[in-house]
C-alpha cells in the first residue's frame, strides 16, 4: 500500500465539494481516482510543494482504490520508476498526494468539468492542454 490514511487539503476539498455537485458522483474516492489518473496522464513530474493535510476529508489506502487499490499501486510506482525519483514508500507517498492533488486542481480548473458528461468526454481526449489551463496547481 502507498500510504495507509489519505488527507485532502482544504483547498482540495473545496474543489472536490464543486465537482460532487457538478457531476452528481457523492463519492471523494471516486473523484480522487479520477484525477488521480488524469495527472498521471500528464507527462510532467508533477511540481514540488507541501500540501497541507488540513481538511476533515480522510480515506484509507483501500477506500481510495477500492477493488482496484493494487493496480493503483502498481501506477504510482511505475510513474516513479519512469520518472527516475525511486521506489521507497516516502517517495511513493510523496508523488501519490502531488499527483492527486495535481489532478483535482486539473478537473477543477477554469470551469473545466460541468457534468458527468464532460468528465466522461475527458477520459476520451489528449489532456497536455490541462497544464495551460489550471495554472495554479493548488
Same mark, same amino acid.
Given at each position: ?9 482544504? &483547498? +482540495? ?16 474516492? /471516486? $473523484?480522487?481516482? #479520477? *484525477? /488521480?489518473? $488524469? ?5 510532467? /513530474? ?10 476533515? /476529508?480522510?480515506? %484509507? #489506502? ?5 477493488? &482496484?487499490?493494487?493496480?493503483?499501486? *502498481? ?14 514508500? +516516502? ?9 492527486? &492533488? ?12 460541468? %457534468?458527468?458528461?464532460?468528465?466522461? =468526454?475527458? +477520459?476520451?481526449?489528449? =489532456? $497536455?492542454?490541462?497544464?495551460?489551463? *489550471?495554472?495554479?496547481? $493548488?
Amino acid at each position: 500500500m502507498i500510504i495507509k490514511q489519505i488527507t485532502l487539503s482544504n &483547498h +482540495a476539498k473545496d474543489q472536490l465539494s464543486r465537482l460532487k455537485g457538478k457531476t452528481g458522483i457523492q463519492n471523494w474516492n /471516486v $473523484l480522487c481516482r #479520477w *484525477a /488521480v489518473c $488524469l495527472s498521471l496522464r500528464e507527462p510532467t /513530474v508533477p511540481m514540488e510543494m507541501v500540501i497541507p493535510s488540513d481538511s476533515n /476529508v480522510e480515506m %484509507s #489506502w483501500h477506500v481510495f482504490g477500492g477493488d &482496484h487499490h493494487e493496480i493503483f499501486e *502498481a501506477l504510482i510506482i511505475q510513474r516513479c520508476i519512469n520518472d527516475n525519483l525511486g521506489t521507497d514508500p +516516502a517517495t511513493l507517498s510523496k508523488y501519490f498526494r502531488l499527483h492527486l &492533488h495535481r489532478g483535482i486542481s486539473y478537473l477543477s480548473s477554469s470551469n473545466l468539468i460541468k %457534468s458527468i458528461e464532460d468528465l466522461l =468526454t475527458l +477520459a476520451t481526449e489528449n =489532456t $497536455l492542454f490541462l497544464k495551460e489551463e *489550471a495554472g495554479n496547481y $493548488l
